[in-house]
T-cell receptor, first 111, second 110 residues
Framework: DMKVTQMPRYLIKRMGENVLLECGQD?????MYWYRQDPGLGLQLIYI???????SEGDIPKGYRVSRKKREHFSLILDSAKTNQTSVYFC??????????FGSGTRLLVI | QQKVQQSPESLTVSEGAMASLNCTFS??????FRWYRQHSAKGLEVLVS????GEKEEGRFTAHLNRANLHVSLHIREPQPSDSAVYLC??????????FGTGTRLQVLP
């Protein structure tokens, strides 16, 4: 069953704490993405990864970094989380120009 | 930079009545457009993909693309309450990035 799995589904962190969001896919897709979704702003691209250790900034990379050491796994890291990083984070993967496959999202609350 | 706008922001229709959603984009050189549906706090599922001007039907969902007018629409035939969701328009740019619209929230009343 082809899918993208995100962990955790829900997360509450205090301002200044480090946050690790995990994403895995079982389709051997080369390209993976991290988006955040906020009301009125839609989905905004944070980072793209074209393959292992081949990452590129998206439209809103500030405050985030990523890690991709295996093709099937892509992590989003928030060093010293801020309250304005409260959002729903989606991971997706694709191969070439194929449709994106999205995970179910991680709802992060930074207090 | 490709910009994608959707209208209306929200739409309420009765079960069985046609629902029409609109999406405009700024760069007409894109040739890869998709409509996604997102049920509350869940992931996105692709409904229709369209790559050339004209019409593309997938079940009850039909997309119309007119690149000259920078417009792509989604029409939902015989909508049901289970179709209540947020609908997102997505445009893939020539650099293989996908830009999403802000969505239309559709409510279908029984």
């Amino acid at each position: 069953d082809m899918k993208v799995t995100q962990m955790p589904r829900y997360l509450i962190k205090r301002m200044g704490e480090n946050v690790l969001l995990e994403c895995g896919q079982d389709m051997s897709h080369e390209t993976m993405y991290w988006y955040r979704q906020d009301p009125g702003l839609g989905l905004q691209l944070i980072y793209i990864s074209y393959d292992v250790d081949s990452n590129s900034e998206g439209d809103i990379p500030k405050g985030y970094r990523v890690s991709r050491k295996k093709r099937e796994h892509f992590s989003l890291i928030l060093d010293s989380a801020k309250t304005n990083q409260t959002s729903v984070y989606f991971c997706a993967s694709s191969q070439g120009y194929s449709d994106y496959t999205f995970g179910s999202g991680t709802r992060l609350l930074v207090i | 930079q490709q910009k994608v706008q959707q209208s209306p922001e929200s739409l309420t229709v009765s079960e069985g009545a046609m629902a029409s959603l609109n999406c405009t984009f700024s760069d007409g050189t894109s040739n890869n457009f998709r409509w996604y549906r997102q049920h509350s706090a869940k992931g996105l599922e692709v409904l229709v993909s369209i790559f050339s001007d004209g019409e593309k039907e997938e079940g009850r969902f039909t997309a119309h693309l007119n690149r000259a007018n920078l417009h792509v629409s989604l029409h939902i035939r015989e909508p049901q309450p289970s179709d209540s969701a947020v609908y997102l328009c997505a445009v893939r740019t020539n650099t293989n990035k996908v830009v999403f619209g802000t969505g239309t929230r559709l409510q279908v009343l029984p």
